[in-house]
């Protein structure tokens, strides 16, 4: 069993309908299971401020989760070209992860939503990159020959799924889906291929 860990941040729900694309993604490969989890709000001194248990959604996700899983997608909404505050809290907590290589040799792929069509889509996704490089994951992205990329006209990128969200893009468009699917594959088949190689 290959387990891809969907782990992200939203405020509003427009990631949250991307992590449910990407993990449809994944279990479209047989032999792969995604397991979605989220991280709590945090206050302004960045301490987490939810219960233990959220009320509704996926459970908070642990360091643990983490340094179980096969491969990782990682998503937030964009907050001035960079990810949300409450994952990047979560993302810092990892040292003890990077200290044993856990998540070395491992896919991860990125994924954002953003309110505006300059909002900052592709900075964000590098910058989540940045955590994941430096724990020696491999980063795997989406190819120009997924005919999406060249169709879409609102999110998607060639760093990973994006969403144009707001009043006049409440859902994903079907080439933000098609996108989220063809992460979720990639990711999976990656993290076979890695596993049984286990570079």
Same mark, same amino acid.
């Given at each position: 069993m290959?387990?891809?860990?969907?782990?992200y941040?939203?405020?509003?729900g427009?990631?949250?309908?991307?992590?449910?694309?990407?993990?449809?993604?994944?279990?479209?490969?047989?032999?792969?299971?995604?397991?979605?989890?989220?991280?709590?709000?945090?206050?302004?001194?960045?301490?987490?401020?939810?219960?233990?248990?959220?009320?509704?959604?996926?459970?908070?996700?642990?360091?643990?989760?983490?340094?179980?899983?096969?491969?990782?997608?990682l998503?937030?909404?964009?907050?001035?070209?960079?990810?949300?505050?409450?994952?990047?809290?979560?993302?810092?907590?990892?040292?003890s992860?990077?200290?044993?290589?856990?998540?070395?040799?491992?896919?991860?792929?990125?994924?954002? &939503? &953003?309110?505006?069509?300059?909002g900052?889509?592709?900075?964000?996704?590098?910058?989540?990159?940045?955590p994941?490089?430096?724990?020696?994951?491999?980063?795997?992205?989406?190819?120009?020959?997924? &005919?999406?990329?060249?169709?879409?006209?609102?999110?998607? &990128?060639?760093?990973?799924?994006?969403?144009?969200?707001?009043?006049?893009?409440?859902?994903?468009?079907?080439?933000?889906k098609?996108?989220?699917?063809?992460?979720?594959?990639?990711?999976?088949?990656?993290?076979?291929?890695?596993?049984?190689?286990?570079?």
């Amino acid at each position: 069993m290959t387990e891809i860990l969907v782990l992200y941040y939203s405020r509003y729900g427009a990631t949250a309908r991307m992590a449910d694309m990407i993990a449809r993604g994944v279990e479209s490969v047989e032999g792969a299971v995604a397991k979605v989890r989220t991280v709590p709000e945090v206050s302004p001194v960045c301490e987490a401020v939810e219960d233990v248990i959220p009320e509704n959604g996926p459970p908070y996700a642990t360091v643990e989760d983490l340094a179980q899983c096969d491969g990782l997608a990682l998503g937030s909404p964009t907050h001035f070209g960079n990810m949300a505050a409450p994952l990047k809290h979560f993302i810092d907590q990892t040292s003890s992860i990077w200290f044993s290589g856990g998540l070395a040799g491992k896919p991860a792929g990125v994924f954002t &939503t &953003t309110s505006s069509m300059h909002g900052g889509h592709e900075t964000t996704l590098i910058s989540m990159m940045m955590p994941l490089l430096h724990h020696g994951m491999v980063i795997v992205g989406i190819p120009s020959q997924e &005919t999406a990329l060249l169709e879409t006209r609102t999110g998607g &990128t060639p760093y990973g799924p994006s969403h144009l969200s707001g009043e006049d893009n409440p859902t994903l468009s079907e080439e933000e889906k098609r996108l989220c699917l063809c992460l979720g594959r990639r990711l999976a088949k990656a993290a076979a291929a890695l596993k049984e190689a286990q570079i």
